[in-house]
């Protein structure tokens, strides 16, 4: 698929046409086998990488002019560095194949017309110079190279490639993460992950989808969806296995039984957005004895006069701090027929603001994003508009 996206890219074409080695790999794309001058004088090989967009299945015109570079940073035949190219000089690992040591930054007036434009341009500049010394030195070396298709995704991440943060990516490496419960929230936390670089994705539920599930997931099925009458699971597995690979369907729910088949074993983290609370003590157990880190959300809705008030909690327990969510009642093991919540009053702004704050403290955990606070309960009342961060971990 990537190798026609080269095809359907009348610029991308061109250069392979004239003999560059390009290929696409993720959200970037690749000239390899570019020769350079080092600080000694001596020609060395790297590799320009530009990230890219592609639209109707082709490349589109270059968002912006920096492009970077795998080699060693490039000199003049003098063996004085090009100072005209600095960019930005950090080692930056955008995925397993892909590490780049420099950027560059040449625009031309008016900005680059299309990809052959760019690549070409910097070719010249980089590799013009150790044609001083041999003027039979080449990127033109006529081989094909085969795009890489390894991503977990069925089409390029642009979106991290073009924001430049495709290297945070290598924190969801190999991760395969559970999610317990495809109600609102859950559907809403698979929704989030299945947009990250995680490996597998397994997903418990027995209940079938139905028309009041339209109104608190993601998306918007058509009545024929509807009526197919099919399990949560399986519809939710359909959509997402479009975006992506690992999608792992489990129409059942998760039992004393099954836990050590499907969970124990496998899984690196697990989401819990189930509302029957009388499982959660064994579940927890369970996590906690395989040193499985895992986050229980919840919502507690009732109607107050005309309104609904209530409180969305995110609790999460990691190894070295799980004692909180027992000495401080922070999850209830007991079902309340008498929260509105258990009457199925889901509104999907709270279940995606339940998904959401699980979700990024997951990322926290795993350290894609920042954490100075270390808390492990986090509440939001809706009422007052307060969101509180209590079991600070020191």
Not at 47 to 54: C, E, I, Q, Y
Not at 271 to 283: G, H, P, S, T
Not at 310 to 320: A, L, W
């Amino acid at each position: 698929m990537l190798d026609n996206l080269i095809n359907h890219s009348p610029d991308l074409t061109k250069l392979r046409n004239e003999g560059y080695e390009v290929s696409i790999d993720d959200g970037y794309i690749l000239v390899s086998n570019v020769p350079y001058l080092n600080s000694n004088k001596e020609v060395k090989y790297g590799t320009l990488v530009s990230n890219f967009d592609p639209s109707e299945g082709r490349a589109r015109k270059p968002e912006n002019h920096v492009i970077s570079f795998t080699g060693d940073y490039p000199c003049d035949y003098n063996a004085k560095p090009i100072e005209a190219l600095r960019h930005n000089d950090s080692v930056r690992k955008f995925n397993d194949r892909i590490t780049v040591k420099h950027s560059f930054s040449c625009k031309p007036q008016g900005g680059y017309l299309d990809f052959y434009d760019k690549f070409s341009n910097y070719i010249e500049i980089i590799s013009s110079q150790a044609k001083y010394f041999n003027k039979s030195i080449t990127a033109k070396t006529f081989k094909i190279i085969h795009s890489s298709n390894d991503s977990i995704f069925n089409y390029p991440d642009t979106n991290s490639s073009r924001a430049d943060i495709a290297d945070l990516s290598n924190k969801y490496k190999g991760l395969k993460i559970g999610i317990i419960g495809l109600g609102g929230t859950g559907s809403y936390i698979l929704d989030h992950v299945a947009k990250t670089a995680v490996e597998e994705i397994h997903i418990f539920d027995d209940k079938s989808f139905h028309c009041h599930n339209a109104f608190r997931f993601p998306g918007a099925p058509s009545i024929e969806q509807i009526n197919e009458n099919i399990k949560k699971v399986h519809y939710l597995e359909g959509i997402y296995s479009k975006m992506r690979k690992g999608i792992k369907a489990y129409p059942f729910n998760i039992t004393k039984e099954t836990i050590s088949t499907f969970l124990l074993l496998n899984l690196d983290f697990v989401f819990i957005a189930v509302d029957k609370c009388e499982i959660k003590e064994w579940l927890f157990k369970s996590l906690e004895d395989n040193n499985i880190n895992f986050i229980d959300v919840g919502i507690g809705i009732d109607k107050e006069g005309s309104s609904l008030n209530g409180i969305v909690r995110t609790t999460s327990s990691q190894n070295g701090f799980r004692n909180h969510i027992y000495e401080n009642e922070r999850v209830s093991f007991l079902d309340d027929q008498d929260d509105a919540y258990m009457q199925n009053i889901q509104i999907s702004e709270l279940n995606s603001l339940n998904a959401c704050m699980a979700v990024i403290k997951w990322k926290k955990m795993i350290g894609y994003y920042h954490d100075l606070e270390n808390e492990n309960h986090s509440t939001y009342t809706i009422d007052v508009n307060m969101l509180l961060s209590e079991d600070v971990r020191e």
